[in-house]
């Protein structure tokens, strides 16, 4: 199978789609959740979400930061209020630094001036514990003058080892 | 239920975890996928992606400029070549304007000059277009130096309405 040929899973999931083309497009937990792209991750599954109840931001990291666009429209546009950030164990953010990545993409391409242009002040956001990371980030939206005061701001970790969840903020 | 009482659905879901803790970090199938927050997608299951295939890379509309951060780390860091972008039918992204959101957040705070502050100059990245919306995604991450060059960059619409992809670049 190519890695790209989607299409005979796409049409059994299709075949079975059911009450789904019923859900409309708020949220009806009005949740967001924040999490990181991990592959290993499957938030819908660990949360235990039905289709329709939140919407999913995920980035490297799961960071709140890179997340505040998202975060405004689905408040401001589709009636969310609660926010959930969950980071996790062996996470890729915990094992680099901004200069050590930029200098990697740098020797990639060597001699490649739109390479090095492009990379100058790029910053990844890495941590380098992870519960603080956490709490750094619902701090963040806790103080940002455009996240809604009215739902709740919480921070989890996801244990990829266990499959479990625990609160850190 | 609490909104965010999670942890019924994670015990059940920690209690069978099976062979997941076994994965490692870089995704199996090298793929990343970008696509939108939306509560009605569930990517893993309408794409047929097993635990630890790729990563999914999720914000409001799923905008691949949004996702460059974590798309270099992904194929920097974590080995990742592949690059999905689905965006789909009946997106909140299709209806509205930067200025309009703006003023709409500027409206609910009357006199905030933190809020009035703040909004200035936000962009929120909608679109009139939906095809056209994946194919200026893809074209941007084809030109942009950072991106590898190794791996395809496609672009896929997702129908709320049938659970079904179709490629349009």
Redesign the interface.
């Known amino acids: 199978m190519s890695?790209?040929d989607?299409q005979?899973?796409?049409?059994?999931?299709?075949a079975d789609?059911g009450d789904?083309?019923l859900?409309s497009?708020?949220?009806?937990?009005?949740?967001?959740v924040v999490t990181c792209?991990?592959?290993?991750l499957?938030p819908?599954?660990?949360?235990?979400l039905k289709?329709?109840?939140?919407?999913?931001?995920?980035?490297?990291g799961g960071l709140a930061k890179?997340?505040l666009?998202?975060i405004?429209?689905?408040q401001?546009?589709?009636g969310t209020k609660?926010i959930?950030v969950i980071h996790h164990s062996?996470c890729?953010?915990l094992?680099?630094t901004d200069s050590a990545?930029r200098s990697?993409?740098k020797e990639?391409h060597p001699g490649?001036t739109?390479?090095s242009e492009?990379?100058k002040g790029?910053?990844?956001?890495p941590f380098a514990n992870l519960d603080d990371s956490v709490r750094d980030d619902v701090s963040y939206l806790k103080n940002?003058?455009?996240v809604l005061k009215e739902g709740?701001i919480?921070g989890w970790v996801y244990d990829?080892?266990?499959?479990?969840?625990r609160q850190v903020a």
């Not at 497009?25 to 967001?32: D, G, N, V």
């Open positions: 890695n790209l989607f005979p899973a796409n049409d059994r999931y299709a789609f789904r083309a859900l497009i708020p949220p009806t937990r009005k949740l967001i792209m991990d592959a290993r499957n819908s599954e660990f949360l235990g289709d329709g109840e939140a919407h999913v931001i995920r980035n490297a890179d997340a666009r998202s405004i429209i689905s401001r546009l589709l609660d959930v062996n890729g953010m094992t680099f990545l990697k993409i990639a490649d739109a390479i492009a990379v790029l910053e990844f956001g940002n003058p455009l709740s919480t990829v080892e266990t499959g479990k969840v």
